[in-house]
Structures are given as C-alpha cells and as structure tokens.
C-alpha cells in the first residue's frame, strides 16, 4: 500500500481559505494528538518552501525562543 501524506494533505487543503487554513492548524496544535504530527509537518514545509531567507530566519528565531521558553 502507497500511502502518499504529502498528497492527502494537499487535497484536504487545496480549497481552503486562509480562515479555513488557519483554523485547521489551530484544531491540530489544541488537539494535541500525535495523529496529526505529520500534517502539521506537511504545511510547514509548504511554508518552508515558499518563504525567502530572511522568513527563514525568522521561523527558526521564533522556533529557537520558544524551545527555550518550554525547557
């Protein structure tokens, strides 16, 4: 069995507004459950992908301070 995430997520997604995107992130992060790892994965390297070097920078700033915030 092929199982491509990478596709499921985009066609779940392919429709979505930006309200619609935001909220299906916002569902997954308060969910919290371990299921939803992967899509959370998916749309980060479609942001990842489509962002410039200064954004880059930036996510990994944000990612950095918020690691140490939660240790």
């Given at each position: ?62 990612l950095e ?7």
């Open positions: 069995m092929d199982l491509n995430i990478r596709k499921a997520i985009y066609a779940n997604i392919s429709n979505n507004d930006q309200e619609q995107l935001e909220a299906t992130i916002v569902d997954a992060i308060n969910n919290g459950e371990e299921k939803m790892l992967p899509g959370l994965g998916v749309l980060f390297e479609l942001i990842w992908n489509h962002s410039n070097e200064e954004e880059k920078k930036e996510m990994i700033s944000s301070a918020g690691i140490q915030n939660d240790i």
